[in-house]
C-alpha cells in the first residue's frame, strides 16, 4: 500500500469517527469521554460497562450510537428474576398445518447488533453469565447447538454503584471481559441547562444515519492494521504487570492494596485501544500516549482490591494514575 492510500484510509476513518460523534452530539449533551470511549470499543470489537446513578442517560447515549450507526438494537431489563433463556432464547413447540409438533428455535434479544444490558448487576450471577459465551466467543450454545451472532456484536451493559442495595456484583470472569469500564458523571449546570433545553420543548432533536455496517466493518479492519513498536508494546506489557502485587514491576501501591492485577486481555485493550488512538490523532503508528490514552477505563475494573484496599474505600483509578506516572517509557 503506498503511503498516498495510507494517508486516505487514514483521513477516511478519522473523519467518519468524527461524524459520528457530531451526529450524536446533536442528541446526547456532552460526556465526550463517554462517547469516545464507547465508538473507540465497538470499532476494536469490545464492549463497554458503563456505570452510573439512575436517570443520567446511559440507556439515551446506547440508543443513540445505534441509531446513528444504522444497526439493530435490542435492551434488556435485567431484574432478579429474568432468566438465561429470556435472553439467549429456547426451543419453542411449534403445530404444523397438518397438526404435527416439533421443536425450534426461538431466538431471544441477544441476536442482534447492539445490545443494552440495562441495570446488568440487578440480575442473579446465573443470568448475567448468559452473556459470558456471546461477549467472548460472539456466539450462542443452547442444548447441543451452536448459534453465531452477526457482527458486529456490541453490548453495552450499564449498572448502579455496586454499593446500591439490590444488586448482584458483576464475577471477575464477565468484568474481564468488557473493552472498557467507563463512569458517567452527573452534569455540570451549564449541560443541565443544555439538556432542560433540548427535552422540555415540543419537539427533541433526533440522530440521523451516518455509518452503515460494512463502513463499521471496514473501520475495524483499518484499526487493526495500524502497526505498534516492540518497545511501545513493552510499555503496555509493564503497564499491566505494574497491576500485579507479586512481579518485579509490581508498584507500591499495587503491593498495598491489591489482590489481583489486569489479565492479559487487559493489555490488549491497551493495544487495541492505543491503535485506535493513534488513527484518530492522525498517525500509522502508536506512541506510548496512545497506550497512557485510556489506561483508566482499559483496567479500572481489572485490578481487585484486597482486604484493606476495600476497607480504606481505594479508587482503582489511584493507583492506575500512580502507575502511569511512575512507569518509564523506555527501559535501558
Do not use: W
Request: aromatic share 6%.
Amino acid at each position: 500500500m503506498t503511503t498516498t492510500q495510507i494517508e486516505s484510509q487514514v483521513s477516511e476513518f478519522t473523519d467518519q469517527f468524527q461524524r459520528v460523534k457530531d451526529e450524536i452530539g446533536r442528541v446526547i449533551v456532552g460526556n465526550d469521554e463517554i462517547i469516545d470511549g464507547t465508538l473507540i470499543s465497538l470499532i476494536s470489537k469490545g464492549h463497554v460497562l458503563l456505570e452510573g446513578i439512575p436517570g443520567i442517560g446511559k440507556t439515551k447515549i446506547v440508543a443513540t450510537v445505534a441509531d446513528v450507526l444504522h444497526l439493530t438494537f435490542s435492551r434488556i431489563q435485567f431484574t432478579p428474576d429474568l432468566m438465561p433463556g429470556d435472553i439467549v432464547g429456547s426451543d419453542v413447540v411449534h403445530e404444523s398445518d397438518t397438526g404435527e409438533k416439533h421443536l425450534a428455535f426461538q431466538k431471544g434479544p441477544i441476536f442482534t447488533h447492539i445490545l443494552l444490558a440495562d441495570e446488568i448487576n440487578r440480575a442473579t450471577p446465573k443470568t448475567q453469565s448468559a452473556l459470558l459465551e456471546a461477549m467472548q466467543e460472539r456466539s450462542v450454545t443452547v442444548g447441543t447447538t451452536t448459534h453465531r451472532l452477526q457482527p458486529p456484536f456490541f453490548v453495552l451493559a450499564t449498572q448502579n454503584p455496586l454499593e446500591m442495595e439490590g444488586t448482584y456484583p458483576l464475577p471477575e470472569a464477565q468484568l474481564d471481559r468488557f473493552f472498557y469500564k467507563l463512569k458517567i458523571r452527573y452534569p455540570e449546570p451549564d449541560d443541565m441547562h443544555e439538556i432542560m433545553d433540548r427535552t422540555t420543548r415540543r419537539e427533541e432533536p433526533e440522530a440521523g444515519v451516518v455509518l452503515d455496517r460494512e463502513q463499521i466493518l471496514a473501520m475495524r479492519d483499518t484499526a487493526r492494521s495500524v502497526p505498534i513498536a516492540r518497545a511501545v508494546q513493552d510499555y503496555a506489557i509493564r503497564l499491566t504487570l505494574a497491576t500485579h502485587p507479586d512481579t518485579p514491576y509490581s508498584h507500591p501501591l499495587t503491593q498495598r492494596y491489591a489482590r489481583f492485577g489486569a489479565s492479559p486481555r487487559g493489555t490488549q485493550t491497551l493495544v487495541i485501544g492505543g491503535k485506535v488512538s493513534a488513527l484518530l490523532n492522525g498517525r500509522v503508528h502508536v506512541s506510548c500516549e496512545d497506550i497512557r490514552a485510556f489506561m483508566l477505563p482499559a483496567l479500572r475494573h481489572r485490578v481487585l482490591l484486597n482486604f484493606e484496599g476495600e476497607a480504606e474505600r481505594i479508587d482503582t483509578d489511584t493507583i492506575l494514575e500512580a502507575i502511569i506516572r511512575d512507569t518509564p517509557e523506555t527501559t535501558e
